[in-house]
């Protein structure tokens, strides 16, 4: 369970902080999403990297900025985030070796988030 | 854009039984990846199982194999000899192939528990 590490495991923030959620892969993988699970809902897809660039935003609210420094390393940077976006936040990373060849998706341990 | 369901939320099995857990899809797309994985309490989610949508023979890993009913867009998990340490959530998964990368669409999940 140590390819994709994420850290802080449990987060508590008020609607007027800003933090940092950080992942990392050592699988020396290409692509690196952020998702999103709430209780009740299934698994939504937030954000895509492959190689660095961002290939997919799937209609997520700006309070949520995504940083993809290389391929090893994913941030997703929160501001003036609202109650209703406590949850765990699932990183992942694939080797996408070419687009379309369905890598098999590695996840990290999440970190929980609850906002006040 | 392709829908994941799983339609029983719970489910329970005696240790050394077996269990069997539902998943179907929707897609008009003829290529493409299932997958399932398993999310224990409080633990990583990792994958049990995947299988190619161009491949007939169904998936086995160990204890674990797949009914793919392409034509009825079908594919239930068979967990044999049922173990303590299968209890967990189970997410049926689909992935697309085409050149907007790997994007995961995850069911609703299935809670297993394992009964001693």
């Known amino acids: 369970e140590t390819g994709v590490t994420q850290t802080p495991r449990h987060l508590v923030m008020g609607m007027t902080n800003k933090k940092s959620l950080k992942c990392e892969q050592h699988?020396?993988?290409?692509?690196m999403y952020w998702y999103k699970q709430s209780a009740k809902k299934p698994l939504e897809l937030m954000f895509v990297?492959?190689?660095?660039?961002?290939?997919e935003n799937n209609s997520v609210p700006s309070r949520f900025s995504p940083e993809c420094p290389n391929s090893s390393h994913l941030f997703l940077h929160l501001h003036t985030l609202q109650p209703e976006d406590s949850a765990l936040y699932l990183c992942?990373?694939?080797?996408?070796?070419?687009?379309?060849?369905?890598?098999?998706?590695?996840f990290g341990p999440g970190t929980r988030l609850t906002v006040l | 854009a392709q829908t994941v369901t799983q339609s029983q939320p719970e489910m329970s099995v005696q240790e050394a039984e077996t269990v069997t857990l539902s998943c179907t899809y929707d897609?008009?797309?003829?290529?493409?990846?299932l997958f399932w994985y398993k999310q224990p309490p409080s633990r990583q989610m990792i994958l049990v199982i995947r299988?190619?949508?161009?491949?007939?023979q169904n998936a086995t890993e160990n204890r674990f194999s797949v009914n793919f009913q392409k034509a009825a867009k079908s594919f239930s998990l068979k967990i044999s000899d049922s173990q303590l340490g299968d209890t967990a959530m189970y997410f049926c998964a689909f992935l697309l192939q085409n050149n907007a990368g790997n994007m995961l669409t995850f069911g609703g999940g299935t809670r297993l528990m394992v009964k001693p």
């Open positions: 299988q190619e949508a161009y491949k007939q």
């Open positions: 992942a990373s694939s080797q996408d070796r070419l687009a379309g060849a369905g890598d098999t998706q590695y």
């Open positions: 990297y492959n190689f660095k660039e961002q290939t």
């Open positions: 897609t008009s797309e003829s290529n493409y990846y």
């Open positions: 699988l020396g993988h290409n692509a």
